[in-house]
Structures are given as structure tokens and as C-alpha cells.
């Protein structure tokens, strides 16, 4: 079940990215596919942690993202920004097998539903960032 729910959002976020020609955003959101489909392929211990530090780099670029791109709609920054930094934390609190990393991982949540929020009173529905976060959607609702 998580698969096929990983599947439909990598299909939906790359349909999307086409749309747009910003380049960060598509560089998110490929990176992203390469790290979720490249252990669905090949699965081993390898394959997933290499997959694992490409998402971090991509929460890594997300942050980026949001402070140079974002900066007409504050409530949209603020959400990508804690989205990438809280992934960033759960990251390394998983790699180190650090305690409370389910609680981090639960507290992932609520940026991206002040994202929601954003995009729902902004009445843009269809934004440029919406391609990478349809494909963090299954990761955060799932992991």
C-alpha cells in the first residue's frame, strides 16, 4: 500500500514539475524521485542509505528554496522552510538512531499543513513548490 501511494505521488509531482521551468524546483523534486525509487529497485542496506542522504540533501535544498524563492507569501516560507529543517532534524535523529525521533517525525505534520493553509487563502492552488511537496506528502503521512 505505501508503495503504490509513493508511485502516485512521483507520477503526479513529475507531471507537475513539467509545468513549471524553475529549476530548483524540478532539481527537488528528481532528486526526490531518485531517492524513493532507487531502493524500490534495488533494495539493499546501500541503495537505502544513499537514497536516505539524497532526501536529506533535497530538505537541505528545500530550505534554500524557501529563503530565496518564497518571499512574497510569509506564511508559504515559513511552512517550506520548517518542512525542511524539521526533515533535516528527523534525518539525522533517524541516522543516529537518536530517541524521539517518532515525536520529530510526527511534529513534520503541522508545517505542511500551514502549507495548506498558505495555498488555500492565497487562492493559488497550482504553485511552482506544489511538485516536490506532493512527493513529500506520502513520506511524511507514511514513514
Same mark, same amino acid.
Given at each position: 500500500?505505501?508503495?503504490?501511494?509513493?508511485?502516485?505521488s512521483i507520477?503526479?509531482?513529475?507531471?507537475?514539475?513539467?509545468f513549471?521551468?524553475?529549476? %530548483?524546483?524540478?532539481?527537488?523534486?528528481?532528486?526526490?524521485?531518485? @531517492?524513493?525509487c532507487?531502493?524500490?529497485?534495488?533494495?539493499?542496506?546501500?541503495?537505502?542509505?544513499i @537514497? %536516505? #542522504?539524497?532526501?536529506?540533501?533535497?530538505?537541505?535544498?528545500?530550505?534554500?528554496?524557501? #529563503?530565496? /524563492?518564497?518571499k512574497?507569501?510569509?506564511?508559504?516560507?515559513?511552512s517550506?522552510?520548517?518542512?525542511?529543517?524539521?526533515?533535516?532534524?528527523?534525518?539525522? #535523529?533517524?541516522?543516529?538512531h537518536?530517541?524521539?525521533?517518532?515525536?520529530?517525525?510526527?511534529?513534520?505534520?503541522?508545517?505542511?499543513?500551514?502549507?495548506?493553509?498558505?495555498?488555500?487563502?492565497?487562492?493559488?492552488?497550482?504553485?511552482? /513548490?506544489? @511538485?516536490?511537496?506532493?512527493?513529500?506528502?506520502?513520506?511524511?503521512?507514511?514513514?
Amino acid at each position: 500500500m505505501t508503495h503504490i501511494a509513493l508511485i502516485i505521488s512521483i507520477i503526479f509531482g513529475i507531471a507537475i514539475s513539467f509545468f513549471f521551468k524553475n529549476l %530548483f524546483c524540478k532539481t527537488i523534486t528528481f532528486g526526490l524521485v531518485l @531517492s524513493i525509487c532507487v531502493p524500490l529497485l534495488f533494495p539493499n542496506q546501500i541503495t537505502a542509505t544513499i @537514497s %536516505f #542522504f539524497c532526501a536529506a540533501i533535497m530538505a537541505i535544498l528545500m530550505v534554500i528554496f524557501g #529563503f530565496k /524563492e518564497l518571499k512574497n507569501n510569509k506564511l508559504k516560507q515559513i511552512s517550506v522552510i520548517s518542512l525542511g529543517l524539521l526533515f533535516i532534524v528527523t534525518f539525522v #535523529f533517524k541516522f543516529f538512531h537518536y530517541p524521539f525521533a517518532t515525536y520529530i517525525n510526527n511534529a513534520v505534520k503541522l508545517p505542511f499543513l500551514l502549507y495548506l493553509i498558505a495555498i488555500i487563502t492565497d487562492k493559488q492552488h497550482f504553485t511552482k /513548490e506544489i @511538485s516536490f511537496m506532493i512527493i513529500w506528502l506520502p513520506i511524511i503521512f507514511l514513514m
